[in-house]
T-cell receptor, first 112, second 114 residues
Framework: GESVGLHLPTLSVQEGDNSIINCAYSNSASDYFIWYKQESGKGPQFIID?????DKRQGQRVTVLLNKTVKHLSLQIAATQPGDSAVYFCAERGTGGFKTIFGAGTRLFVKA | KAGVTQTPRYLIKTRGQQVTLSCSPISGHRSVSWYQQTPGQGLQFLFE???????NKGNFPGRFSGRQFSNSRSEMNVSTLELGDSALYLC?????????????FGEGSRLTVL
């Protein structure tokens, strides 16, 4: 079936360093790949997405890279801050937009 | 603009009971999706509704059902509750036709089954 998996369940970085969170996906037919951030007690919050016909997209302090050859997605966070501590989910949206499948999540710890 | 509102936020039920959860999407959003979140299984897709029609369903037993009303508000129902149904149930709404994969999530309804 369709699945989106994450390479590492936990990532610890020093404040000010760059963070890279990785994700593998299996459904080549997805049209969007998305990153969400979930803080304790809250619902997931959209960070950035990338369309399947792109390989890189930048936002504010974040960059998403898509490698369709190896079915790999990554989220880069520049100058990681304590407020970035959260669980990060990658997700993929199927063609037609009816269904978004989430990966297992990576917990990011930012050390001051 | 108000966000996605889910009620109730917390509830406790016993095995065999049923539960109904409610979701009010962001104004103008006509697509509503439901997810079950547990520590062991992550975010699992339950179903998605648009214009009162279920367009897609996840791999859950028939005890899980939902519906959407003409004002886009949605409810999900779980009958004959089992201990394993304890989870955070998240609702998300989205605009259809926009060039984005963004879902807007509520804060969830946390269900505990005893």
């Amino acid at each position: 079936g369709e699945s989106v998996g994450l390479h590492l369940p936990t990532l610890s970085v020093q404040e000010g360093d760059n963070s890279i969170i990785n994700c593998a996906y299996s459904n080549s037919a997805s049209d969007y790949f998305i990153w969400y951030k979930q803080e304790s007690g809250k619902g997931p919050q959209f960070i950035i997405d990338i369309r399947s016909n792109m390989d890189k997209r930048q936002g504010q302090r974040v960059t998403v890279l898509l490698n369709k050859t190896v079915k790999h997605l990554s989220l880069q966070i520049a100058a990681t801050q304590p407020g970035d501590s959260a669980v990060y989910f990658c997700a993929e949206r199927g063609t037609g937009g009816f269904k978004t499948i989430f990966g297992a999540g990576t917990r990011l710890f930012v050390k001051a | 603009k108000a966000g996605v509102t889910q009620t109730p936020r917390y509830l406790i039920k016993t095995r065999g009971q049923q539960v109904t959860l409610s979701c009010s999407p962001i104004s103008g959003h006509r697509s509503v999706s439901w997810y079950q979140q547990t520590p062991g299984q992550g975010l699992q897709f339950l179903f998605e509704y648009f214009s009162e029609t279920q367009r897609n369903k996840g791999n859950f037993p028939g005890r899980f059902s939902g519906r959407q009303f003409s004002n886009s508000r949605s409810e999900m129902n779980v009958s004959t509750l089992e201990l394993g149904d304890s989870a955070l149930y998240l609702c998300a709404s989205s605009l259809v036709g926009r060039n984005t994969g963004e879902l807007f999530f509520g804060e969830g309804s946390r269900l505990t089954v005893l």
